[in-house]
Every structure is written in C-alpha cells, then in structure tokens.
C-alpha cells in the first residue's frame, strides 16, 4: 500500500467463525469499519461530533477480494489508505493480512460520502483538511 498508510492489528475471535472454522465473510467487514474508524479517530475526527453537528459518514460503495480465509485465533492486521475520489467521495484502499507472514487475506475499496442532516453530500471542511493532509 501507499506511504499514508494507517495500519491496526487484531485476532480473529471464535463467534466470528462459522461451520467450516473460518471467519464468515460478513465478519471481514466489520474489521475493515474498525479500521477507518481507528484511522478516523488518529487524524482527529470524532464520529459522535459530527453526526451531533448533523454530518454523518456513510459507505456507499464496497468492492471486496477475498484471497485467503482467517481462522480462530489468526493474528492480523488491517491497513487503511484513503484517497479523495471526487469532490464528494472518499475512497478507502484496506487490506486484511495474516500475522506474521503478512499474507493478503482481503482486499477492498471502500467508497464514502458524508450527508448532511437533510441527506444532501457535504463534506465538511475538517474532514476535508485532514484528508488533504493526511
């Protein structure tokens, strides 16, 4: 991944596991959200501020390659790269790689907006800054 990079590690708990023993791949997006929420919060953008500001942050877009499976117990890390897609879309470049050898479980894009109270997209000016300066 690219030089601005934010990176979050964490294991794979045995509820996230389905029959087979691997992680059900609905789980896979809830470690990717983690992540940017992480990412979020380390460039000082506080969720509960901004949806009492009437700004809320939303995904409309996942494009997501599942290589590998993780299972119970798996060591892993989650990389966050964002990017600004359009005036009014945010990408997110994630990848899910086993501990220690690093190999690629998942990759995604995850494409965002944030909508203002009455629906309308409006990236507010922090959020555009600290995306700028990343």
Known sequence: MEQ???????A???YECDM????????????LEHARHEYLKSIGIDFADLTARGIN???TRAEIDYRMSLKSGDRFAVEVSP??????RIGFRQRILRLPDRTIAVQ???IGTALSA???PRIPAELDALLRRG
């Open 4 to 10: 601005n990079c934010f990176s979050i590690e964490m």
């Open 12 to 14: 794979v708990r045995d």
């Open 20 to 31: 087979q023993g691997v992680v059900n791949n609905a789980v896979y997006q809830n470690y």
């Open 57 to 59: 942050l939303v995904v």
């Open 83 to 88: 990017e600004r897609l359009s005036p009014l």
């Open 108 to 110: 995604a894009l995850i």
């Open 118 to 120: 009455t629906g309308r």
